[in-house]
């Protein structure tokens, strides 16, 4: 790949151990109890708030947002069931999963069979606690292993979740990098699951770093397009940022979900809903470069926040780059998606690829060959090396050879890498020496 | 499939027992010596109208249709070869098959090398008669086995066939079933082959019946397009009623040539001309919905009566949806085509098919999304589940999200079933669900 | 096939010897030392005129031509190394790859450390000479075996190249055989290489010979198309005959390169940079006829003169018809490339294929259905055979089908015979049927 040589070029920095960095954040905010609102998102935000600049917003419980109303703001001091001994045989302390997200509080006796009512477990992975909210359906719950529901006696228990629903906000975080050009890249992640750490802690720790990471290059070298960071709850949060900025998403030239991030898997991209914008080639061809297997959906409805972004009315160019995609692993949704399950190594090659999908972004200019009748003489200008006729072809040459060819205003270099299977920075490289030689006009808009 | 269920909501009557009454009407139809032209196209017509109200139209001999002329009406009475015994070595009352269809009258004594100039056989199926034709050249002739031909001696012959070649009428069938607009859907099949079932009684039977059920449902419901049915003698049929309709042929909306439907082999669909028709999407969608194998075929320019439907000049959107293709099974065109090959279990199967094709034509609306930015709160209207994260998802929330998704005034229902790999039924559903919340609009044209 | 009898329709002669002539003609230019310029390529031009009348051109060094400059004429003598004990141990008169072409003069004692500067070697094939030139870099050296290489002891040597580099000419031939019409039919070869012979003397080989059939045939019959045949230096030729005919490249309708025509390998086709240009329908046609199988390669910038004729700024319709593609095979530009490497069957398949890319070019006309409503009725114009109905189609009856209900004006005879898989004689004389019959009309252009 040579990838980090390039990278360097206009990006200085090394981040080969960013991924421990990442993992370290993670297992900071991994304890902490989130929901769509409350003050786990606060706490979430304020430690990501030690890496990078974001800006926090509030917006109050009963807003309107498109077609749908801030909720109450949800929060939660512990909860437990106690069987008829007076011992705790579900406790929130043990696990933030056990309480199903958003319930309403409650404090009683009740038999066991009214109790069942209320437990969620997952039968086909009897060890593990499911994840399971309900946003907008009042209720109350406990999430459990299978095999604690098994092991329930036929007794009348004392249930206690001592949450609370009331008026209130939901919170938000973002940070905006100004570029040479108001366009931007979007990068969002949701910050709403309680301890879970593939889907979706891996999101918002990637994009806290990459942002540290362009705030860092910022220093030294310019950014073309400006940057945009959206830390956010699932669905209600995206839907209330895209209410609240409705006039200015068309700005949004190329944007990613960030999510799943961190697990052994292959690389998957799921794409825009367009389905041949520049952010799906861009993905695309790193992927197809990285020499691995790799998985590419077309765009489907279901998923995280590009559903809201790719909604018709929007129709944003924004896809997912993620390792196993959601739902495709069987820790999904469950205790077993724990610090253990991700690791600080995958999450180094994921920052790589969104590295590079800046660094191909930046770089994706189209030129027009000003020499387009026949070759122009490489030999003359030094570009060639002068032996001809030698077995094994120089690369560079193809490459140089490729970029000439399909230079007439229509192919970026993005374009003529996928169509030549070279490498985005061999092509890259190729126009800035046809560039210097005076050979090539840069007709980029 | 859950296909029954879904049909009976527009389609109230059970259709499980049509494949025997098909199969019965084949029974009275399978004895009887048809031709393009003569009174066993009128004895087989009759036997139709006692099920439907078909109109029978006579064309003179002499008609000009197109570039072709109305012939003589053949009909024949016996046709037999007895050899220097007396005894019939061939007779037309054990098969009809073994008369060369449309033979000119003879009766005469023949020594064997002159018989045999008039003999056609299948030496690679030397148990089967074959069928063979000679319309428009005029000739007479016997189809034998080869068994038969090889035990001929060397004696003289005597021929008899009782026929005769006639000013007379093309007769064909037609049956109109008239629906809330004037677009048509037209269903065509040939009543010319003698003895012979899968190629093509099959096809009468089965529209006879389908013609039949659709009449029944207008009692009650509300039909949207209209439709035609035609019984037609092949090819010289199909140019005669295209030459006396060709002002109207442009209400054909989507079309198919029904033949071939009672073997025991996989599904085909031999294209329209144009491709990607309608018509070709919904077949395909069906049988890609039935989840066994299948063969499709781009259009070809021999076969049916597509030939003349789909000549350049008329291009209609006519396909052909039957199972094993004409020529791609041994039996075809021969004795072995008889009324063991085909089975009323694979007439309702053929039947069903043939019911879904109408089941979406008529529920393929083109929806736009009312709340098109971001989606609709659907848990607010009582459509989702209000438990979320779960690990199952549900197809119906599934189906749902795809209408919204997709519906944005260019995608018909079919094409999101088609989009999204789920049935056309779960898509109207959900469709149904979203029109009843007000979230969409129809604009069906 | 029964390529030979279509042909010869148009092509009276037979052409099967031609293989061996084109080989006896190969044999004859073998031994001689062609470059770029020089009296290597007068007498290569000189035989290839005893056989055609092909123009040669002369143009002077230091002439302009787009990018490039003609560079100073290199011509030959002799060329050596002698050891220390005076024995040639490389000698040119054994084989003229031995020096790196277009080499400055040299006239020196060195040491082996110094000489081996200018060795080149092929360490993976120790027993051929590698091929290599200098044009533009002046430079000097000697291309040996590895085995000779490392035979070398310390010592001193004797090197002498007896070349000279001075003002003089580029050298060509060019051949133009007028048609009906101007637009032309380009073949286009290279005669720069010294002794090897699939790389490149099968090139010219096999354009004198088809040249020299064309002629043969013009006495007798009319050719639609013009044809021009170039005999130029491979990249500065092309790019000077470019440059000098810039203002007539348009009548270039159609072309191909011609190049590694006589080894043993499959046959390959690489297509221009337009990539659906009729010259590439052609050639994959006559390919996929053929049965055989064969390799088509996308448009690609390095390679031989298409590289010109499809740069950006000219986009002519050229591709290339080859065997084995150049480097894709281990005798490729070294000794290894020599008379036994090639054969005259091969070189006889070769020019069959080029023989029917004028076929089908003089013969693809587009014609009009004139009864595009409905089939017309064949068995009364004695189209048809009689007997219908039976097992086995007759393959003209599908070829005069295809051609009657394609040919609504957009369809050319290639098209419908790539579409129907129908081979283009089949369709072309299905089509001189229907035109006799007053079916069609020609509306080619």
Redesign the interface.
């Known amino acids: 790949m040579g990838l980090k040589i390039n990278i360097k070029e206009i990006f200085p920095e090394d981040y080969s151990f960013y991924g421990q960095k990442m993992y370290n954040l993670m297992v900071k905010l991994y304890p902490i109890c989130r929901s769509i609102t409350g003050d786990g998102v606060r706490k979430t935000l304020n430690h990501i708030k030690e890496d990078i600049p974001i800006k926090i917003a509030e917006i109050p419980t009963g807003t309107e947002v498109?077609?749908?109303t801030i909720p109450n703001e949800w929060n939660i001091e512990d909860a437990y069931i106690k069987n008829a001994k007076g011992d705790k045989v579900v406790d929130f302390k043990t696990s933030n999963l056990h309480v199903l997200?958003y319930s309403t509080p409650v404090n009683k006796k009740i038999n066991l069979t009214d109790l069942k009512k209320h437990l969620?477990t997952?039968p086909e992975y009897p060890d593990l606690i499911?994840?399971?909210?309900?946003?907008?359906?009042e209720?109350w719950g406990f999430c459990i292993t299978h095999k604690q529901f098994e092991e329930l006696k036929d007794e009348i228990y004392e249930v206690v979740i001592n949450s609370s629903l009331k008026d209130g906000y939901l919170t938000y975080g973002e940070l905006y990098i100004k570029g040479e050009i108001e366009d931007e890249i979007l990068f969002s992640c949701y910050i709403c699951h309680p301890s879970l750490c593939n889907d979706n802690l891996t999101g918002p720790v990637l994009l806290t770093y990459l942002a540290k990471y362009l705030l860092k290059i910022k220093e030294n070298s310019k950014l073309k397009y400006s940057y945009r960071f959206l830390f956010i709850p699932e669905?209600i949060g995206?839907?209330t940022w895209?209410?609240l900025n409705?006039n200015m998403v068309l700005k949004i030239k190329h944007g990613l979900i960030a999510t799943c991030l961190g697990d052994s898997g292959n690389f998957s991209y799921k794409k825009s809903?367009i389905g041949n914008a520049t952010i799906d080639k861009v993905v695309e061809k790193i992927l197809f470069d990285s020499g691995k297997p790799y998985n590419i959906y077309d765009f489907?409805?279901?998923g995280s926040d590009e559903?809201?972004f790719?909604?018709?009315?929007?129709n944003l160019p924004v896809g997912s780059l993620l390792r196993t995609l959601y739902?495709k692993y069987p820790e999904?949704?469950s205790s077993a998606d724990n610090l253990d399950f991700v690791k600080a190594e995958y999450l180094t090659e994921s920052f790589r690829h969104y590295l590079m999908v800046i660094y191909i972004l930046e770089n994706n200019k189209t030129y027009v060959?000003l020499?387009?009748?026949?070759?122009?003489?490489l030999?003359?200008r030094g570009i060639y090396r002068?032996?001809?006729?030698?077995?094994e072809?120089s690369i560079n040459?193809?490459a140089i050879?490729?970029v000439?060819?399909?230079?007439?205003g229509n192919n970026s270099l993005l374009d003529i890498s996928i169509r030549?299977k070279i490498s985005f920075d061999q092509i890259k490289k190729s126009s800035d020496i046809l560039v210097k030689c005076g050979l090539l006009r840069d007709i980029s808009n």
Not at 130 to 137: A, K
């Open positions: 498109f077609d749908w997200n969620f997952l499911p994840y399971l909210t309900s946003y907008y359906n209720n669905t995206a839907i895209l209410s409705e809903r489907f409805p279901s559903r809201q790719c909604s018709p009315g929007l739902g999904y949704h060959n020499n387009p009748k026949c070759e122009p003489q030999g003359k002068k032996i001809g006729g030698q077995k072809g040459k193809l050879l490729w000439l060819n399909l230079s007439e030549s």
